[in-house]
């Protein structure tokens, strides 16, 4: 089991009282991953925040004064706090509070990423599948002490930083403006492509009826969710065919054409080319 520590509050304390830390923390020069338990009652800050900042709450809660606005973070959602912003963090007041956060100075992104960052309003999004597991990856590596090590924590944080604006920024980019009934099923299309019953279990996902989800669909995507879906396999189809050495029957096997006559077909009037010369072309 490991052991915990418990601070003391004094003058120099830069976090505050009452603050039970986790002993879990990776970090390169301009890099923090670390998780933290603040005991009922703690508090960070005041402060003027150095860093680009995201911030995960895994259990309790949490009250921060940004400048002169309250925001309240809520467990299962990720803030992101920006450079040189006021701000004091007033935790749970009954219950402990643990947290995983992630911070990169200014200087560790990109110019690019700091403008979109800089883009994004102070509102929380649920972290997906993906961000959870770049968090892992980032504790995998416990202390980061080779120069290798820690082009890995910097990767991983651009990653994550990455994958947030993702996060914040899928309804009004890659699924702006659709139903929440169309963004279920396409992201069960995704993932289970190649399975023979896809299209049930996306219409089962989108939690509507058929027709409903068939107008839905139209108003979206200008097409109905079986020709949507034969479509992503297809196009699926063409990435296997450029990137790997897999036959034609184990690419449409893999993408759920009934035989490879199927896939090809579909390939052909997507392309106007067979499978073979899309791969010729692609490897050429």
């Known amino acids: 089991m490991r052991k915990r520590k418990l601070i003391s509050s004094h003058k120099d304390t830069y976090d505050g ?6 002993q879990r923390s990776v970090r390169s020069p301009r890099v923090t991953f670390g998780q933290v338990r603040y005991q009922p009652g703690g508090y960070c800050g005041p ?3 150095r860093d680009y900042q995201l911030v995960l709450l895994y259990s309790g809660s949490c009250d921060v004064r940004v400048d002169k606005t309250r925001r309240q973070l809520r467990v299962g959602e990720v803030s992101l706090f920006k450079p040189a912003h006021h701000e ?24 690019a990423l700091r403008a979109r960052l800089a883009a994004v309003p102070h509102a929380a999004c649920r972290p997906s599948a993906c961000f959870g597991r770049l968090v892992s ?15 890995v924590v910097d990767a991983l944080a651009l990653a994550l930083f990455a994958e947030f604006l993702n996060m914040a ?17 396409l992201r069960h299309m995704e993932d289970h492509l190649g399975e023979a019953d896809c299209l049930a279990g996306a219409q089962h996902a989108a939690g509507c009826s058929v ?12 097409a109905t969710p079986a020709r949507h879906l034969w479509r992503m396999r297809t196009e699926k189809g063409l990435e296997l065919l450029a990137d790997t050495g897999l036959s034609v029957a184990e690419i449409a096997a893999q993408c759920g054409f009934k035989n490879p006559f199927h896939f090809s077909r579909a390939v052909k009037r997507l392309q106007g080319l067979p499978p073979r010369e899309v791969r010729r072309r692609a490897w050429a």
């Open 47 to 49: 402060r003027v925040q």
């Open 211 to 222: 027709n409903a989800l068939i107008y839905k669909f139209r108003g979206a995507l200008g």
């Open 137 to 151: 990856s980032a504790f995998l590596l416990r202390t980061a002490q080779s120069s290798a090590a820690q082009r």
């Open 169 to 185: 920024g899928r309804d009004e980019d890659a699924e702006g403006g659709r139903d929440e009934s169309v963004k279920r099923a």
């Open 88 to 111: 004091h963090f007033r935790f749970d007041l009954s219950l402990p509070t643990h947290h995983f956060w992630c911070s990169v100075s200014p200087a560790g992104l990109p110019a």
């Open 17 to 22: 009282a009452n603050i039970e830390w986790e």
